[in-house]
């Protein structure tokens, strides 16, 4: 039996991924003016069918999925490692903010509050189950490790930085360091009550 190889055509695979990025590009648009994700506005904006948009996104599971890769890819260009443990979570923090801070996408989106709560969620539940894991690896006592959860969550993303600068007018380049520092002395507490644990 001889198998039949598949064609590849470069520039078919560079229009298809076009068009998806021109739908994305559309489905982020609504979402940071706060509306709910429409295929046929989507598809009036990026120039193609409703069908053409079904085609790459059926349902809207799959358009909240896609468009939370598509913020992360656009936030994010160079892509990021989450926290491996209590004493990555500093660096992990810093990264997040630095290359958030850096980007016209997140910022204009912590301006806004992004209003689509979904999105946000699905693109964020990785990194937040890391900082979760990492800091009750750390074995503190049940209720310190909730709180400083809670806190370090809040933290996480860049509608938390973007205020340090907005409203209380630390300069930005300050900012990652600022929060890594912060989140280094939760951490260090948590150490502390561990041991004291014990």
């Known amino acids: 039996m001889v198998e039949s190889r598949k064609y590849v055509s470069p520039k078919r695979e560079a229009q ?13 648009d609504q979402v940071s003016e706060g509306r709910d994700l429409s295929p046929s506005e989507a598809a009036a904006q990026a120039g193609v069918s409703v069908r053409t948009v079904h085609t790459y ?13 598509w913020f992360d890819a656009h936030i994010f260009p160079g892509g990021f490692v989450p926290a491996q443990g209590p004493d990555d979570l500093p660096r992990y923090f810093r990264d997040i903010h630095e290359m958030a801070l850096a980007s016209p996408l997140a910022t204009a989106l912590a301006s806004r509050r992004m ?33 400083a959860t809670a806190l370090l969550l809040s933290l996480s993303g860049v509608d938390a930085s973007w205020p340090m600068h907005e409203t209380y007018g630390l300069p930005i380049d300050r900012i990652p360091d600022v ?14 009550q561990a041991r004291e644990k014990k």
């Open 16 to 28: 298809a991924a076009a068009t998806r990025e021109a739908i994305l590009e559309a489905f982020a």
């Open 57 to 69: 996104f059926p349902n809207q599971e799959s358009q909240v999925a896609a468009l939370g890769e």
């Open 115 to 147: 209003r689509w709560p979904e999105v946000r969620r699905r693109r964020r539940k990785g990194r937040l189950d890391a900082i979760r894991k990492a800091v009750k690896e750390i074995g503190a006592p049940r209720r310190a490790t909730e709180n």
């Open 179 to 192: 929060i890594a520092d912060n989140v280094r002395l939760i951490v260090d507490d948590l150490k502390r």
